[in-house]
């Protein structure tokens, strides 16, 4: 796919990661719908900032837990215009012992993490089969957002390494399900944060397992992605992008 003149929808843009996304799908050409749920300012910056190197951008505000946020975002999407690319980035990092999740956090955190991608996909994908009526195939791009968590599972994270795996197979089933007209992909990215409650110690021991001996950029997430939006033979696939941390 040519990125240049496309129009790419980035859920969870007001985060660090979702506005590396935004500013290099804008460096690509691409005309972004910002997404936010609480922080509109940082929304409204990325907008602003994608502008700036002249491509058209909107902050659209949704929690994509609830179903009548989501088709309005959809219905909002509409008006700005015809979608080719969905970037699901939207997520909550969550930590919990077994012993202290409750019904209520397990609801939270795989509803904005998996389910919410999952309907996202379908919204996208019916404006995509109602607006692109020709038969280019590869005709939009679905990229996952998912983590090497859901590959390599860490103890104390079960809700999050669970939504994350899901994503990964969620990947896999769409990207049957919506051939050819939709390529889905994910990208699992290692670390590119430090945890709040890390020590010194523990970010060295983290390194350890870390061949390139470092955390991630957003920058190479962001790259990753492109990747996968430019290659039209590429779907169902998960690259991690972990500096070999699942080796």
């Known amino acids: 796919m040519k990125l240049k003149g496309k129009t790419a929808i980035i859920t969870g843009s007001s985060g660090r990661l979702g506005a590396a996304i935004g500013i290099g799908l804008a460096g690509a050409g691409c005309d972004c719908i910002c997404h936010y749920n609480s922080n509109k300012q940082k929304a409204e910056n990325l907008a602003e900032q994608i502008k700036a190197v002249g491509q058209k951008a909107i902050a659209i505000k949704a929690d994509l837990t ?143 397992f870390i061949p390139t001996g470092r955390i991630a950029a957003t920058e190479e997430i962001a790259a990753a992605i492109i990747f996968l939006l430019e290659n039209d033979y590429i779907t169902g696939q998960v690259l991690n992008v972990d500096g070999g941390r699942c080796i």
């Open 66 to 208: 609830k179903p009548e946020q989501l088709e309005k975002l959809f219905a909002d999407v509409e008006k700005f215009a015809t979608p080719q690319i969905l970037i699901n980035s939207a997520a909550v990092f969550s930590k919990e012992p077994l012993a202290e999740i409750t019904f209520q956090k397990a609801q939270q955190v795989l509803n904005l993490n998996l389910t919410a991608a999952i309907l996202t996909s379908k919204y996208f994908a019916e404006i995509v089969n109602a607006k692109i009526t020709n038969e280019d195939l590869a005709a939009a791009k679905i990229i996952n957002i998912a983590d090497v968590g859901g590959i390599r599972p860490w103890a104390n994270y079960t809700l999050y390494c669970s939504s994350k795996a899901g994503l990964i197979g969620a990947t896999k089933a769409l990207a049957k399900e919506l051939a050819p007209k939709i390529c889905v992909n994910a990208v699992s990215p290692g670390m590119v944060n430090w945890p709040d409650d890390f020590s010194e110690t523990e970010k060295k021991r983290q390194l350890s």
